[in-house]
């Protein structure tokens, strides 16, 4: 009897966590090369959204930008529009929050 409570209890938790795994993987990555076409910061100064035309496809793209580093960029005017900017960005439920954002050129 203890060896079936504890085979039932391991394979409870195999699919916990395996429920786990996929729930917290549901962000896609994705990656572009694009031209901004606009940049808004919050009042508040630690977000900023900003809007991307696709070099590929032309799309325009939103993408939200929350790390201080790029912000700093944002802020001092070392990226500005009409900038190409090379982005990683998770794309999740229609928000695409940026994991990096960098101009092609350097900087």
Known sequence: ????ASMIMVMALAFITSFAVVSTA?????KMTGTITKIELAADGKSATTILKDSKTEALVTITITDELTLDKLKDKRI???DEIRTKYDADGGKNTSKMF???AGC
């Open 1 to 4: 009897m203890k060896k079936l």
């Open 26 to 30: 549901s962000a896609e990555e994705a």
């Open 102 to 104: 960098k101009k092609t």
């Open 80 to 82: 500005v529009e009409g």
